[in-house]
């Protein structure tokens, strides 16, 4: 995984502008001297010397400073990994049924199995979608849903074959830790034996939902029944162990303090400084409609900005801070980009459904690729399509 790193920071220092190194610098030396309070200065003079901040320096970030402070901050620490340029991947989105014996009270998807609204694709159906795809027109399959009552791990390994035989060039992301774990009880095997199992049917990568929000009684609030956070972390370090890189995730908005959010992304950077093995790290908002939450008003979208910002400069070991544009929209999703944000997500050729049941701006997550390079350019950034591991595959800066 190292070489990787490094092979693409190579690629990436080559392609960086010099005079953006330059313009960089004079944000950070403006930041420290101008009128800010002395405890934001000494926050900010700790990012410019790449020094890790601190969960009271976040949470003073998140009380005191304002939009503009933390987002030119992010946006130096962005700069510096990865220059101008905005990753992205060619996916799709499979999610095989939304039947799920959880009931999270978040949760705008699952459905009980005789409810009209549910699906259980079998696996020749999934199998006549994917055909229907041009092999270059994707590098990932994405694979997550509910944690369906009586699919067995059978299922789920043929449908990993299925994929691979169809698709032999493509990386499989699937199956949240919240997925392992339903497998694991169902078919009374252990996680590791369940991820050695899924890895030898084709497994590569892991998606990172179902971390929701780590703080033990908020969580047990929320979605009592699902994987508890300590579990959920396991389930990731014993993917890494077996050489299996993950995402990461939370979700925000609702309940949470921001002592809460600077929790959730404290655990998740101890577990990263002991096995190196997430990817990315998305941050999820929480959307009001078709869920029992009872929550009547979401985050204004300078809270989104905000939140984008301090994951950034809190995140200092999870390498890519990524947008899922389908649930705050396209033209919001570009503007994220200025605020710590490297990774605009994938051209997801499907009707996903998880966060258009919960509201998300674009109701049809369809996007083609030469869309996505117009949407990264019109935004001043250079398009850099990846694989699923971060591997580039190609610059677009004509
Ligand atoms: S959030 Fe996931 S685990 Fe919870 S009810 Fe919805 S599909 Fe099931």
């Not at 696996?123 to 009552?149: F, N, Q, R, Y």
């Not at 994929?163 to 252990?190: D, G, R, W």
């Not at 890494?240 to 921001?258: C, M, P, S, V, W």
């Not at 980009?337 to 509201?359: C, E, P, Q």
């Amino acid at each position: 995984m190292f070489r990787k790193f490094r092979t693409n920071f190579e690629m990436i220092s080559n392609d960086t502008n010099n005079s953006l190194n330059i313009e960089t610098q004079l944000i950070a030396s403006l930041l420290v001297k101008s009128s800010v309070s002395k405890q934001l200065q000494t926050i900010a003079e700790k990012i410019l010397h790449n020094e890790r901040i601190s969960c009271d320096d976040a949470l003073v970030l998140y009380e005191k400073a304002d939009l503009n402070f933390v987002g030119m901050l992010a946006n130096y620490v962005k700069t510096q990994k990865f220059g101008n340029q905005v990753f992205f991947n060619k996916n799709i989105h499979i999610e095989p049924s939304n039947v799920c014996v959880h009931k999270c009270k978040f949760c705008s998807y699952y459905r009980e199995k005789d409810d009209r609204e549910s699906w259980e694709y079998s696996i020749d159906e999934i199998a006549a979608k994917l055909k229907t795809i041009p092999a270059d027109a994707l590098t990932e399959v994405h694979i997550v849903g509910g944690c369906h009552p009586s699919r067995t791990i059978a299922y789920y390994c043929d449908l990993l074959r299925l994929v691979k035989q169809i698709l032999p060039h493509v990386y499989i992301k699937a199956f949240t830790a919240v997925e392992i774990e339903y497998m694991a009880k169902l078919n009374s095997m252990t996680i590791c034996e369940v991820l050695t199992k899924l890895k030898e049917s084709g497994l590569d990568a892991m998606p990172g939902g179902g971390a929701e929000i780590f703080d033990e009684k908020l969580r047990e609030e929320i979605c009592p029944s699902k994987t508890k956070s300590n579990d959920w972390l396991a389930i990731h370090k014993q993917a890494h162990q077996l050489g299996i890189e993950t995402n990461a995730t939370i979700l925000y908005g609702h309940k949470e303090t921001f002592a809460h959010r600077i929790d959730h992304l404290n655990r998740l950077r101890t577990l990263q400084d002991e096995t190196h093995g997430f990817n990315a790290f998305i941050p999820l908002k929480y959307k009001k409609e078709n869920n029992v939450l009872g929550i009547e008003r979401e985050l204004p979208w300078t809270e989104d900005l905000k939140n984008f910002s301090i994951t950034r400069l809190f995140l200092d070991n999870i390498p890519h801070l990524k947008v899922y544009w389908p649930m705050l929209g396209k033209d919001f999703s570009q503007i994220t980009l200025d605020y710590g944000v490297d990774d605009f997500d994938g051209t997801i050729n499907d009707s996903t459904k998880i966060y258009s049941m919960a509201g998300s701006v674009e109701k049809t997550p369809i996007i083609t690729q030469d869309e996505m390079i117009t949407l990264i350019k019109d935004s001043g950034k250079t398009p850099v399509e990846r694989d699923t591991l971060y591997n580039i595959i190609a610059i677009h800066n004509k």
